[in-house]
């Protein structure tokens, strides 16, 4: 099994950065893609990003530009660095991860248990 804790959410102003993380453990050595989607409330859930352990990356069109994601294999640990935050960017966000090299977080068999990011003056 492998357990996903994801960090960094809260509550920001539009404009604004956050970084969220999201570490592996667990049997974490057979994991080869790593990614985020969120959900707002009534809304259907959407991919953010994913990436490989070998470099892949995919990033979602409405964040296109604002948000990047990174990778530290050896941390075994995932980045989403979100800069400027619109309020349409409030939702819950996942953290997933897969031992396969697909890029869309929704198919991934391993889920974190979300992490709320806010914006809003």
């Known amino acids: 099994q492998v357990h996903l804790e994801e960090s960094g959410g809260g509550l920001v102003q539009p404009g604004g950065s956050l970084r969220l993380s999201c570490a592996a453990s667990?049997?974490?050595?057979?994991?080869?893609?790593m990614g985020w989607f969120r959900q707002a409330p009534g809304k259907q859930r959407e991919v953010v990003a994913a990436?490989?352990?070998?470099?892949?990356?995919y990033i979602g069109d409405s964040v296109q530009g604002r948000f990047t994601i990174s990778r530290d294999n050896a941390k075994n640990t995932v980045y989403l660095q979100m800069n400027g935050l619109k309020p349409e960017d409030t939702a819950v966000y996942y953290c997933?991860?897969?031992?396969?090299?697909?890029?869309?977080?929704?198919?991934?068999?391993?889920w974190g248990q979300g992490t709320q990011v806010t914006v809003s003056s």
């Open positions: 997933n991860a897969d031992h396969s090299y697909n890029l869309d977080p929704l198919e991934y068999e391993f």
């Open positions: 667990g049997n974490y050595f057979a994991i080869n893609a």
């Open positions: 990436v490989t352990s070998g470099g892949r990356s």
